[in-house]
């Protein structure tokens, strides 16, 4: 069974930094893209970032460029494991953050054609 397991969420004071963690099981993810999506209150789902199965490529939502950080940790097979590093977070930065995985990538500034998604991890900043 694939899972996408997102961990890692909380509440952290404007200016504070989170390390959100997704790990996929159930299927090799070799040639996939893995990355996040977060959904405010209110608001459809919004791209944030992502990066390709070598890690050599990653791409970019704006307004996160710059304070976060992407990783990946391919070397168990079994469970690739993707991490994003959020510094210097903002109110505007809350919502929950959904892990996705496909074999598309993303263009300009959307990614579709998604395979896999979490359940999602609450990320709250408060000002």
């Known amino acids: 069974q694939v899972q996408l397991e997102e961990s890692g969420g909380g509440l952290v004071q404007a200016g504070g930094s989170l390390r959100l963690s997704c790990a996929a099981s159930g299927r090799s993810f070799s040639e996939y893209t893995i990355g996040w999506f977060r959904q405010a209150p209110g608001k459809g789902r919004e791209f944030v970032t992502a990066?390709?199965?070598?890690?050599?490529?990653?791409?970019?939502?704006d307004s996160v460029r710059g304070r976060f950080s992407i990783s990946r940790d391919s070397r168990d097979n079994a469970k690739n494991t993707v991490y994003l590093q959020m510094n210097n977070l903002k109110p505007e930065d809350t919502a929950v953050y959904h892990c996705a995985a496909a074999l598309s990538r993303p263009h300009g500034s959307g990614w579709s054609q998604i395979d896999y998604w979490g359940m999602g991890t609450q990320v709250t900043v408060s000002s």
């Open positions: 990066i390709d199965w070598r890690g050599e490529h990653t791409y970019w939502e």
